[in-house]
Nanobody, 119 residues
Framework: QVQLVESGGGSVEAGGSLRLACTVS????????MGWFRQAPGKEREEVAG????????YYADSVRGRFTISQDNAKNSVYLQMNSLKPEDTAMYYC????????????WGQGTQVTVSS
């Protein structure tokens, strides 16, 4: 069973930066897709960034494109989300997600890490 552990959340002022990390373990075959989602209180969960682990194809939500960067380090079984120029509206719980080897659907989730951006 795939296990995901996030780290790197915290509190910053608007304009600041944070780097989230997600370590992947427990897989038989490495997930084909890795993604970062976020959910703010009273709002639906949204995918902010995703990456095709075997090919590098990347997706960004319009709200974060140009500010956030998703990357992976296969040697460390890790996926990262570099978040720059943070805004108060980026405040949310951020979750790492993984698909199966053959699937594009996210089936495994981390416990989440809180990001709070103050104005």
């Amino acid at each position: 069973q795939v296990q995901l552990v996030e780290s790197g959340g915290g509190s910053v002022e608007a304009g600041g930066s944070l780097r989230l990390a997600c370590t992947v373990s427990g897989y038989t075959r490495y997930p084909s897709h890795m993604g970062w989602f976020r959910q703010a209180p009273g709002k639906e969960r949204e995918e902010v960034a995703g990456i095709f682990a075997r090919g590098g194809s990347i997706y960004y939500a319009d709200s974060v494109r140009g500010r956030f960067t998703i990357s992976q380090d296969n040697a460390k079984n890790s996926v990262y989300l570099q978040m720059n120029s943070l805004k108060p509206e980026d405040t949310a719980m951020y979750y790492c997600a993984a698909s199966g080897y053959w699937s594009t659907h996210y089936t495994s989730w981390g416990q989440g890490t809180q990001v709070t951006v103050s104005s």
